[in-house]
């Protein structure tokens, strides 16, 4: 991601904001629309196109670093359409388990995170057996969790921690996406994609599915 210029402040100026949550819940929406998160939403562009385009389902993005959802909750609020089934949840990771109940989530995105390539920091990969087991835990019986990343090191670490926990199948396993059509037809890309996609760096992709 590189250094954030952070702005003074920004952990207080997005309580301003309707679509962010700033406290446990047990319901998040008004209604029983199935609930997708995406873990490290950067930006945004990924979970906007995707509450834009599918407003029969309900989308919460997790971002820990207060300036990043400072100005993604801008962004979403100078849109044209503001998307009512978009919300916004300023955490760690680490804490999921405090904010939504267990077997409430039926999707999860995890879309270019920090691959940590040192071995001492395997702890913070979002594909290491702890947060796998956090997942398990929040996730529907039959649900799927999505990676994309465009590092290999990460890619090749993730298959082997999926298969070894015995909590997740893997569905689907590509080490180059953009050579998959089957894959690409309801493909949002995020920032970084379109990035990586428009210097021709290959896209590593993982669905695999609660046990």
């Not at 670490?157 to 997740?168: A, D, H, P, R, V």
Request: with cysteine; proline share 4%; hydrophobic share 35%.
């Amino acid at each position: 991601m590189g250094r954030i210029r952070k702005i003074k402040d920004a952990e207080h100026l997005i309580l301003q904001f309707k679509q962010i949550i700033g406290e446990p819940n047990i319901k998040y929406f008004n209604n029983n629309n199935p609930l997708h998160l995406e873990v490290g939403c950067g930006k945004g562009d990924f979970i906007i196109q995707k509450a834009l385009s599918n407003k029969d389902i309900n989308f919460i993005a997790i971002e820990k670093e207060p300036t990043i959802v400072y100005k993604l909750l801008r962004k979403v609020n100078n849109l044209l359409e503001i998307p009512n089934n978009l919300k916004v949840l300023c955490i760690d990771a680490n804490d999921l388990l405090t904010w939504f109940n267990q077997e409430t989530i039926d999707q999860i995105y995890i879309n270019f995170p920090d691959p940590w390539p040192k071995k001492r920091h395997e702890k913070f990969r979002l594909t290491n057996d702890r947060f796998l087991s956090i997942y398990h835990k929040l996730l529907m019986q039959k649900s799927l969790i999505y990676l994309k990343t465009d590092q290999l090191s990460l890619y090749e670490y993730s298959i082997e921690s999926i298969t070894n926990s015995k909590l997740f199948k893997i569905i689907d396993n590509s080490a180059n996406l953009y050579n998959e059509d089957k894959l690409l037809v309801n493909n949002v890309q995020t920032e970084y994609e379109k990035k990586f996609v428009s210097l021709r760096h290959p896209i590593f992709y993982l669905s695999f599915e609660r046990n």
